[in-house]
């Protein structure tokens, strides 16, 4: 999850159309996906309605027909507050030490359900694993294999 800086999120507007943005994120604990946001801002009032959500993080500077790796997550997403958006905003703010909490947008915390990983180097050629997030990691749930 640190191939980037950025990431792109899904979200969906009340009508049920697709929406998509680039961010700057931090990852908080396991696999949370924490970031900074206008409230104004489309997907963010489109997680006001619908707190559905899918991420996807990749470093950008892959080369077409070598080893390629990502992860693809699916879950939840909004605005977090108290101890939850303390422990965020200190992620944030060690992966962009100029951030300042003081004086910035709300804090948002993305919560995955489910992870799609590929990894050839490791995993092999067209390879994706679907695994569930649990409290004490990741339980597969399949492989599939696209050669």
């Not at 080893?67 to 944030?92: K, M, N």
């Not at 962009?96 to 799609?116: A, G, L, M, Q």
């Amino acid at each position: 999850m640190n191939a980037s800086p950025l990431c792109a999120l899904a979200t969906v507007w009340p009508t049920g159309r697709a929406h998509i943005n680039h961010m700057y994120f931090a990852r908080s604990g396991l696999f949370d996906v924490v970031w900074i946001s206008d409230p104004d801002s489309r997907h963010s009032r489109n997680l006001l309605t619908n707190a559905s959500a899918a991420v996807t993080i990749f470093d950008s500077h892959q080369t077409w027909g070598r080893p390629d790796r990502g992860i693809q997550l699916f879950g939840t997403a909004g605005t977090v507050s108290g101890a939850a958006a303390r422990e965020a905003e200190r992620a944030y703010a060690a992966r962009f030490p100029s951030y300042d909490p003081s004086d910035s947008y709300p804090i948002y915390r993305f919560r995955p359900r489910e992870v799609k990983l590929f990894y050839e180097r490791v995993l092999g050629g067209g390879t994706l694993v679907t695994a569930r997030v649990t409290r004490d990691g990741l339980a597969w749930r399949r492989t599939e294999v696209w050669a």
